[in-house]
């Protein structure tokens, strides 16, 4: 069965588009920016779900943090970051330490697996992802660019660039 659009076309004539053909808009990219996320995670780590893909990326952008953190990052509940952290302990992904200011502070980092891990996963997206701007007009190329880096902004993300799997595990 084939998926319906609901977007709605692009204004023509240099009118702006509404809020819910933003919104719309938005929505059709983040559909496709999660399927091409699914693959290349799937392609690298068929037992790592998507919430717990997106748990090493907080680890692998912001680096090793207390659970209580990363739980509001993630924006769940502690328990549900607690369960999935004890599951990617046993695939040995990310590890918990104590802080050395404060003993009882555990503190979550990833493990050498781990970011590889998501360093496999992020340049298999990038490849798919080139692949789909190269089918877009060149002319595009630019206000994409300026759109999706203030949407990424917006939303709190730290720039891919940025991030750093070096992070000091003490």
């Known amino acids: 069965m084939q998926a319906i659009s609901k977007c709605a076309p ?8 509404s809020r819910d053909e933003l919104v719309d808009a938005v929505l059709g990219a983040s559909r496709a920016l999660v399927a091409v996320a699914a693959r290349s995670l799937a392609g690298v780590a068929e037992d790592v779900t998507l919430p717990q893909y997106r748990f090493l990326v907080e680890l692998a952008s912001r680096g ?21 952290c004890d599951r990617l302990v046993r695939k040995g992904l990310v590890i918990r330490r104590r802080a050395r200011e404060d003993r009882r502070a555990v503190r979550v980092s990833l493990t050498a697996t781990g970011g590889e891990l998501v360093a496999e996963v992020s340049r298999r997206r990038r490849v798919e ?5 190269q089918r877009m007009p060149a002319a595009h190329h630019d206000p994409v ?24 595990l003490d």
């Open 129 to 133: 992802i080139a692949t789909i701007v």
């Open 10 to 17: 692009a204004k023509r004539g240099g009118t702006e588009p």
């Open 64 to 84: 090793p943090q207390r659970l209580a953190d990363l739980a509001s990052a993630l924006g769940v509940d502690r328990s549900t970051a607690t369960r999935m």
């Open 145 to 168: 660019v300026q759109a999706l880096r203030a949407f990424a902004d917006a939303a709190g993300e730290v720039p891919e660039q940025d991030w750093s799997l070096g992070w000091d």
